[in-house]
C-alpha cells in the first residue's frame, strides 16, 4: 500500500581533481517508502554530502537511477530541477540560511514566490497556516536577526513545508543548535513524522539515529549498514527530562 | 515567475540597503540631470539666438565690401567699393526686392542740454526702417524730400531718449546736436529690448544717409547696402540678381573672388544654427560622459551585491529559482535603480533648468526630446550594466552558493 518516493538504483558520482578521479559514491541503492523517517550518517568524505545533493536535486549522477516520486530525475536539465526542488522537496540546513532583514513571514512565503500558481493573498496565507505549525505563530513578523537560532531553524522548516512537498531534506539541521534547542527541533521533526510527513536527516552524529525510523550508513562511498530503528526515542521525553531553564 | 513577484523580490532586496541604493542613483541622477541641463540651456540659447535674428528681418540682405580678399587685406581703397551708382542699380534693376537702402555709419557724441551721449549714427533711406525692422512708436519716418536734401533730421531710440530727456520732455521736434550738428528729432522708435549677446537695440540714433554722407563723414562711397527680398524664398534669386549687377559694375574678373559679398541673414542664421547645434552636443556629449559614469557605479554595485549575496542566491536556487529567475532579479535591480536615479535626475534638472530661466532671463527649455532620451538611456544603461553582474549570479553553481562563507 505505501507509497515510494524515492528509489535509487546503482547511484555513483565521479568528481575530476585535476588528473585523478575521485568516486564519492561507488553504487548506492536503497529506497525510501513515504513515511518514513530516515537518517543518513556517515563521516567526513564518507559521500553524504554527496548524496544529499543528488537527492536534492542540487546536482546529476554521473551513472545510476534515481526516481524521485516515481519521476526519473537523474537526467532532468536545470531548469526542470529548478522547479522540482520547488514542488517536491523542502531544505532544512545547517545555518538555516533565511533571508537577513527580512521577517518570517516574508522568508517562508519565498519558495511559493517562484511558483506561479499562487497568487500574493494564498502566499500569505500558506506561509502563516507553516509558521503555525511550527508553533511561531507570535513571531510572524519578526526579521531572521531578531530570533534565537531555535527560531530561525523553526522558520527555515516553515520554509520547508510550504510548499507541501514530498520529503524534507535536513542537513545537519541540528548542528549550530545546543542540546535543549536540537531536542526541539527533533520534536518538532517527530512531531512531522507522525502527521505523515518523508523526512531525510543527513548527519554525522550518530545520536540523531536513535530518533529516526531507518538508518542508513555511509562509508567511502557504499553503504554499510542499512536498519530499520525498533526502539525511537521520544525527543519530547529527551526534552523533559532535561533540567528546566531559569 | 511573473513580474509582479519580480518586482517585489528586487524592492525588498533594494530596501534591505537603502543607503547603497541611493548612492548608486546618485552618479545616474547626476548623469542625467546634467545632460537635461546641458541640452536645456543648448536648446534654449539657440531659440533666443535664432529668434532674434529673425526678429532683425529674416529676408535682409546684406551688401558689403570685400576687403580680405584672398587672404589678404587690401587696404581703404578696397573698402571703398560700393558706390552710391551701386545702389540705384540695384534698386532699378532688381525685380526680387521689397526695398533697398543705401548705409553709411558714424560715431560721435550727442548732446542735449546738458546732457550727452556716445552713438554710432546708421544712416539709411526710406525703406531702412522696414528692413531692419524698426517701428515707429511716435512721430514720423524719413520722407523722400529728407533724403533727397540731406535734411538735419533724425529718429531715435528709447535709450537715447532717456538719456537726454533725463526731465521727461516729449522728444518730438527737439533739435539735438550731433558733433555740434543740429538735428531734429521727427521720431522715436518702438522698443526692441537687449539681444541675447547683451547689445542694447534701442540705443540707435537713425539719419538719412545722405546727411551722414554729406555733413558727418564727407565719403562719396557706401559702407554697405541692406536690401530685402519680397519674401524668405525669394532671397537666393535676390541674391543672385544682385550679385549679377554688382559684378557687372564692378567688372569683377571670373574665377576672382568678387571686392564684394553678399549675404542674406538667413545664411548667418544657418551658420549660427550649426554653431549652436554644435555647442549643444558638445555640452551633451559631456553630460552623456557622467551618465556613462554612473552607469559604471552601477555595474560595479550589483557586481560586489552579487558577491555579498551569493548565499542568498544558493537559497533562492534551492527552493526552487531557476537562472533565469535570478537573472531577471538582478537585472530588475539594476533596471529598478537606473530608472528611479533617471526620473529623480529628469525631475532635478528640469528643476535646476527652469531656475536658470528665471535667474538669467536665458529662454532654457527643457525639450521633450532631452527627458525621452536621458529615460532611455538610463533604461539602457541598467539593461547593459546589470546584465553582466545579473549573469554571473544567474551561473553560479547552487551547491557552492549554499555553501559559500
Not at chain 1, 529548478?82 to 514542488?87: G, L, V, W
Not at chain 2, 558689403?64 to 587696404?75: A, M, T
Not at chain 2, 542735449?112 to 549714427?121: A, D, F, L
Not at chain 2, 520722407?143 to 528709447?158: F, L, M, R
Amino acid at each position: 500500500m505505501s507509497n515510494t518516493i524515492i528509489e535509487i538504483k546503482d547511484l555513483k558520482r565521479d568528481f575530476q581533481v585535476g588528473e585523478e578521479t575521485v568516486h564519492a559514491l561507488r553504487g548506492v541503492s536503497f529506497s525510501v517508502q513515504e513515511g518514513e523517517f530516515v537518517t543518513i550518517m556517515g563521516t567526513s568524505g564518507s559521500g553524504k554530502s554527496t548524496l544529499l545533493n543528488l537527492l536534492g536535486c542540487l546536482d546529476t549522477p554521473t551513472d545510476g537511477e534515481y526516481f524521485l516520486d516515481r519521476k526519473p530525475v537523474a537526467k532532468m536539465s536545470k531548469n526542470e530541477r529548478a522547479i522540482y526542488r520547488n514542488r517536491k522537496i523542502g531544505f532544512v540546513f545547517q545555518s538555516y540560511n533565511l533571508l537577513p532583514k527580512t521577517t518570517a513571514l516574508e522568508n517562508v512565503e519565498l519558495p511559493l514566490l517562484y511558483n506561479s500558481e499562487y497568487s500574493a493573498a494564498q502566499r500569505k496565507e500558506k506561509a502563516k497556516k507553516a509558521l503555525i505549525d511550527v508553533s511561531l505563530e507570535d513571531r510572524m513578523l519578526h526579521k531572521s536577526q531578531q530570533m534565537s537560532g531555535g527560531q530561525q531553524q523553526r522558520v527555515a522548516i516553515a520554509r520547508a513545508l510550504v510548499n507541501d512537498p514530498v520529503m524534507i531534506l535536513a542537513d545537519e539541521a541540528t548542528g549550530n543548535l545546543d542540546s535543549r534547542t536540537s531536542y526541539e527541533i527533533l520534536t518538532l521533526m517527530q512531531e512531522l513524522h507522525s502527521k505523515g510527513r518523508t523526512i531525510i536527516f543527513v548527519t554525522h552524529n550518530p545520536e540523531i539515529s536513535e530518533f529516526s525510523s531507518r538508518n542508513i550508513v555511509l562509508r567511502d562511498g557504499r553503504i554499510i549498514e542499512d536498519k530499520l530503528n525498533e526502539n525511537i526515542k521520544s525527543a519530547k521525553q529527551m526534552l523533559d527530562s532535561l533540567p528546566k531553564e531559569d | 515567475m511573473n513580474l509582479n513577484n519580480l518586482i517585489s523580490i528586487a524592492l525588498r532586496a533594494l530596501m534591505n540597503n537603502k543607503m547603497r541604493g541611493f548612492l548608486t542613483m546618485l552618479g545616474i541622477i547626476i548623469g542625467v540631470s546634467s545632460v537635461i541641463i546641458m541640452l536645456a540651456i543648448g536648446e534654449g540659447s539657440k531659440q533666443s539666438i535664432t529668434g532674434e535674428i529673425s526678429d532683425m528681418g529674416s529676408n535682409m540682405i546684406m551688401i558689403q565690401p570685400n576687403f580680405n580678399r584672398e587672404g589678404v587685406s587690401k587696404g581703404s581703397s578696397a573698402m571703398e567699393s560700393l558706390k552710391i551708382k551701386d545702389y540705384k542699380d540695384i534698386e532699378m534693376e532688381c525685380q526680387y526686392l521689397s526695398g533697398v537702402s543705401p548705409y553709411v555709419t558714424a560715431s560721435g557724441q550727442l548732446i542735449y542740454g546738458s546732457n550727452n551721449h556716445p552713438i554710432r549714427v546708421e544712416g539709411g533711406n526710406e525703406d531702412y526702417l522696414d528692413i531692419r525692422k524698426y517701428k515707429i512708436q511716435d512721430g514720423v519716418g524719413f520722407s523722400e524730400s529728407d533724403i533727397k536734401n540731406s535734411a538735419k533730421v533724425c529718429i531715435v531710440g528709447k535709450t537715447v531718449v532717456e538719456k537726454l530727456f533725463t526731465n521727461g520732455e516729449d522728444p518730438i521736434g527737439k533739435i539735438i546736436r550731433y558733433n555740434s550738428i543740429p538735428f531734429q528729432i521727427i521720431g522715436v522708435l518702438k522698443s526692441k529690448g537687449s539681444s541675447t549677446f547683451g547689445q542694447d537695440q534701442d540705443d540707435v540714433l537713425l539719419a538719412p544717409y545722405t546727411t551722414v554722407q554729406k555733413r558727418i563723414v564727407a565719403i562719396d562711397h557706401l559702407h554697405a547696402i541692406f536690401a530685402s527680398s519680397l519674401s524668405e524664398e525669394y532671397s537666393t534669386r535676390a541674391m543672385n540678381e544682385i550679385t549679377d549687377v554688382l559684378k557687372r559694375n564692378h567688372k569683377s574678373e571670373e574665377g576672382k573672388e568678387p571686392d564684394f559679398y553678399v549675404e542674406s541673414q538667413e545664411q548667418i542664421l544657418d551658420q549660427i544654427k550649426t554653431i549652436t547645434t554644435f555647442i549643444t552636443t558638445l555640452l551633451g556629449s559631456i553630460a552623456g560622459i557622467s551618465l556613462l559614469v554612473g552607469g559604471i557605479g552601477i555595474m560595479n554595485i550589483m557586481y560586489v551585491s552579487v558577491t555579498e549575496r551569493t548565499k542568498e542566491i544558493g537559497l533562492r536556487m534551492s527552493v526552487g529559482a531557476r537562472g533565469r529567475d535570478i537573472l531577471a532579479q538582478f537585472l530588475v535591480e539594476a533596471i529598478i535603480l537606473s530608472i528611479t536615479g533617471g526620473l529623480i535626475g529628469i525631475l532635478f534638472g528640469s528643476g535646476v533648468s527652469f531656475i536658470i530661466r528665471l535667474a538669467s532671463g536665458w529662454a532654457v527649455t527643457v525639450s521633450t526630446f532631452s527627458v525621452l532620451l536621458s529615460f532611455a538611456v538610463c533604461t539602457i544603461t541598467g539593461i547593459f550594466f546589470g546584465w553582466y553582474p545579473a549573469k554571473k549570479a544567474a551561473n553560479l553553481d547552487p551547491i557552492e552558493a549554499i555553501r559559500y562563507e
